[in-house]
């Protein structure tokens, strides 16, 4: 079965750290750009950070700049790496993965058409 799953969430105080984990089944990333984006309640999905595995280019969204670090574990896994948490960074996070470059991607993902997205892992940032 083709599918992407999330791993690694859960509750941290502000100033704390997590490591997102997201794995593929059925494929491998090194022909994909793999998204990361998330969703606070109530609010409309962001987009967080996004590796194109062809050629290793990442990019990150401006409220997570310096704080969150994308990076490949595997040929079918990938890693967040948050930093400095805030409580605004609170949402379920989200990996897709698609053919397309990282711009297109990232819009695809935000209307979940990529080709392939996971259910999410909630992230929780309170005292």
């Known amino acids: 079965e083709v599918q992407l799953v999330e791993s690694g969430g859960g509750l941290v105080q502000p100033g704390g750290s997590l490591r997102l984990s997201c794995a593929a089944s059925g494929f491998t990333f090194d022909d994909y750009v793999v998204v990361w984006f998330r969703q606070a309640a109530g609010k409309e999905r962001e987009g967080v950070s996004c590796?194109?595995?062809?050629?290793?280019?990442i990019g990150y969204g401006g409220p997570v700049k310096g704080r969150f670090s994308m990076s490949r574990s595997s040929r079918n896994a990938v890693d967040l790496q948050m930093s400095d948490l805030k409580p605004e960074d609170t949402a379920v996070y989200y990996c897709a993965a698609d053919v397309d470059a990282c711009g297109q991607a990232i819009v695809k993902a935000l209307a979940q058409e990529t080709t392939y997205w996971g259910q999410g892992t909630q992230v929780t940032v309170s005292s």
């Open positions: 590796m194109d595995m062809r050629d290793g280019t």
